[in-house]
């Protein structure tokens, strides 16, 4: 993360293999995705005949203990790691969403964020009473399913209804199910292993389990994996691809892979674009950790400035930390970026970051580095301003809080403090991720929003449709 990089949405997991630890795996899933959600950590399994649910507040390690994972035996289950994007942080909001009524149980992880929640809610008639998209689509598979009797029908009913970025890991008692919407907005692949299947938001959690990547799931499929083997079926027509494009410069592992790019490489190639359009004179490459640190050895690379660490970053300041007072901030105390002064002490630095949202971070970091000795301090960004907020799962500020939404680049260099500041162009983003610009969502960037907005959304869009209160 960088200096003030927007918040990472969900991970999701899940995994169909009889005989093997699947709970157990499930937990190394999530804990390889634990950069994607740090609030809360949930896992359900079966074992042909019960769902069983574990979940609560918290990272993966604190949630599940070697005590709780022995309980959690099975033969296919499925995790979700959460950052709430939309609906509050409680234990309520939590996932996997668990539903039964008795005869049929379904389980569902979901990352994303629907732009249709009021008809949704208007459709299932819980209005008042849940407060996550995710609750309204386990409710409706679920009123669905007792006609149908399987989650298979009701997915292929539901799921064409939708409107938004999801991909959506679930399970019944027997089968686990995964689907991305039709535009593809948030990745999701699939791996094999030698008695089963795994899906997961991320490569880097096929990995860590030992399976290999067979491919992703497309956008508009529903994919089914039991002991008939995996099965593909299309719920809708895919009118463009759309993958979010912050995956690359922000979002993902640098270890992990999609379209057949590490994100390790594309920042890399990011950094050695930024070197061309932006070249400075200094002394040093440096990135604000930790993910800037691909694109500044790109940097360096192009340019032969030497790279080095010039900023240590503290990783266990979680949203929950604790916040010192204004007295303690006014004596510069700095919790998350630190300078390492005798690294930088009368250099002139080049500080690559992934993003600037406000501008206020970026500016400390400015002042801190100037306190510590850089005699300049030249700020390199490995994407274009960011002018819009984004209404498919990433927690961004509203567009008044945006600092490039009115501001021009001189005018932000001015607010940050900077000696100068460039930003990668839209093209050369694009270009290091691998894809030609018509297969990306890149809407925060340039106002293109693939899926229709209805309305003036946000944040907390769900709760302001249903009147619950907003933290
Ligand atoms: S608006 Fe930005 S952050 Fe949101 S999905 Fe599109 S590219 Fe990703």
């Given at each position: 993360m960088g200096a003030e990089s927007p918040?990472?949405?969900?991970g999701l997991f899940g995994v169909w293999a009889p005989g093997e630890d699947v709970g157990r795996l499930t937990y190394f899933g999530l804990f390889a995705q634990q950069h994607r959600g740090q609030e809360s950590a949930g896992i359900a399994v079966s074992d042909g005949h019960n769902i069983l649910v574990y979940k609560d507040l918290g990272l993966v390690s604190q949630v599940f203990s070697e005590a709780t994972l022995t309980t959690l035996a099975g033969d296919l289950s499925i995790g979700h790691t959460r950052y709430s994007t939309t609906g509050s942080n409680t234990w309520d909001n939590a996932q996997p969403v668990f539903k039964t009524d008795g005869v049929r149980s379904i389980a569902l992880g979901h990352n994303g964020n629907l732009v249709n929640t009021r008809e949704l809610a208007d459709r299932v008639g819980t209005r008042g009473t849940a407060s996550t998209d995710s609750d309204l689509v386990t409710t409706l598979l679920q009123t669905e399913m007792s006609i149908t009797g399987s989650l298979e029908e009701a997915a292929l009913a539901v799921l064409p209804t939708l409107k938004g970025a999801y991909c959506f890991v679930m399970m019944?008692?027997?089968?686990?199910y995964a689907a991305r919407d039709p535009y593809g907005v948030r990745p999701l692949s699939i791996g094999r292993l030698p008695n089963g299947f795994v899906v997961a938001s991320e490569t880097c959690?096929?990995?860590?389990?030992?399976?290999t990547l067979v491919r992703d799931v497309e956008p508009g499929e529903l994919i089914r994996i039991d002991d008939r083997g995996l099965h593909s079926v299309?719920?809708?027509?895919?009118?463009?691809?759309?993958?979010c494009i912050f995956e690359f410069v922000y979002l993902a592992r640098p270890d992990s892979r999609f379209r057949e790019a590490t994100v390790h490489m594309a920042r890399r190639e990011m950094g050695k674009l930024l070197a061309k359009e932006h070249p400075v004179d200094a002394d040093m490459v440096i990135a604000v950790p930790t993910t800037g640190h691909s694109a500044a050895q790109g940097y360096s690379e192009v340019t032969g400035i030497?790279?080095?660490?010039g900023l240590y970053k503290n990783n266990y300041v979680g949203r929950t930390f604790i916040q010192p007072s204004q007295t303690l901030r006014d004596r510069g105390v700095k919790l998350k970026l630190n300078p390492i002064p005798e690294a930088i002490h009368g250099?002139?630095?080049i500080v690559v970051d992934d993003t600037i949202v406000r501008g206020?971070?970026?500016k400390q970091v400015v002042a801190a580095l100037r306190e510590a000795g850089a005699t300049k301090v030249h700020i390199r960004i490995t994407c274009p301003p960011v002018k819009w907020p984004c209404f498919y799962g990433i927690d961004m500020p509203t567009r008044q809080e945006l600092v490039a939404a009115d501001l021009t680049v001189e005018e932000i260099n001015a607010y940050i403090g900077a000696d100068s500041l460039g930003y990668l162009s839209l093209e050369g983003m694009v270009r290091?991720?691998?894809g030609n610009k018509e297969t990306f969502c890149r809407a925060c960037f340039d106002g293109e929003y693939p899926i229709p907005i209805p309305g003036e959304a946000g944040k907390f869009m769900l709760e302001d449709q249903l009147h619950l209160p907003t933290i």
């Open positions: 918040k990472d949405e969900c019944d008692e027997r089968s686990v959690a096929l990995d860590i389990v030992g399976a299309r719920f809708a027509e895919s009118p463009r691809a759309a993958l030497p790279y080095g660490d250099k002139r630095l206020t971070t970026t290091a991720s691998g």
